[in-house]
């Protein structure tokens, strides 16, 4: 069973502070790395995606940091708001290719906290 | 634009007893999918859709059934319900198969006595 590994569970941080998140994958073809974001009561959004040809994204605050070697990626949150308050979910798949692995393989998520 | 939209929000059913929830998207998206969401275990994939005519199984699809008669709609069956199906479902679409952005529908929150 293919897996992504998300960690830490959860996360408390303090208003300002970075927030950083982890995720580790087995199936080195997979190709595409999103993070989700999820709020109470609601569904999961795109937050921010990379692909392997690159080492690092940024959009904003949100930065995703994508190691190959090691098959890791990684979301960090600068200067973060209680407004980040949310579950964050790391998936991957394969783009473009049919069958199982074409669907999104997802974390256990994350649920972070920036006290004000 | 809509989206991707869900309905019930919230079910209680008694155990054995059978419920489709809903989903539709107005994207014309070819790719649909259904998900729960249980408290430690993420998102799990129960079953999803290449296109009109055609599903597959996920991870969990035990006790659920689905189908796409039309690109817009693609409900999600629970044939006896089991307290194990108390769950927040999410059903999803996107433009292909591991193609870009996936969107959620808000969720239907059910309940199983």
């Known amino acids: 069973q293919q897996q992504v590994k998300q960690s830490p569970q959860s996360l408390i941080v303090q208003k300002g502070g970075i927030s950083i998140i982890n995720c580790a994958y087995e199936n080195t073809a997979f190709d595409y790395f999103p993070w989700y974001q999820q709020f109470p009561g609601k569904g999961p959004a795109l937050l921010i995606a990379i692909r392997p040809d690159v080492s690092e994204k940024k959009e904003g605050r949100f930065t995703i940091s994508f190691n190959k070697s090691a098959k890791q990626f990684s979301l960090h949150i600068m200067d973060s708001q209680p407004g980040d308050s949310a579950t964050y979910f790391c998936a991957a798949s394969i783009m473009n290719y049919g069958g199982s692995q074409g669907n999104l393989i997802f974390g256990k998520g994350t649920k972070l906290s920036v006290k004000p | 634009n809509a989206g991707v939209t869900q309905t019930p929000k919230f079910q209680v059913l008694k155990t054995g007893q059978s419920m489709t929830l809903q989903c539709a998207q107005d994207?014309?998206?070819?790719?649909m999918s259904w998900y729960r969401q249980d408290p430690g275990m993420g998102l799990r994939l129960i079953h999803y859709?290449?296109?009109?005519?055609?599903?597959d199984q996920g991870e969990v699809p035990n006790g659920y059934n689905v189908s796409r008669s039309t690109t817009e709609d693609f409900p999600l069956r629970l044939l006896s319900a089991a307290p194990s199906q108390t769950s927040v479902y999410f059903c999803?679409?996107?433009?292909?198969?591991?193609?870009?952005?996936?969107?959620f529908g808000p969720g239907t929150r059910l309940t199983v006595l």
């Open positions: 859709s290449v296109g009109a005519g055609i599903t």
């Open positions: 999803a679409s996107s433009y292909g198969q591991g193609v870009g952005e996936q969107f």
């Open positions: 994207m014309n998206h070819e790719y």
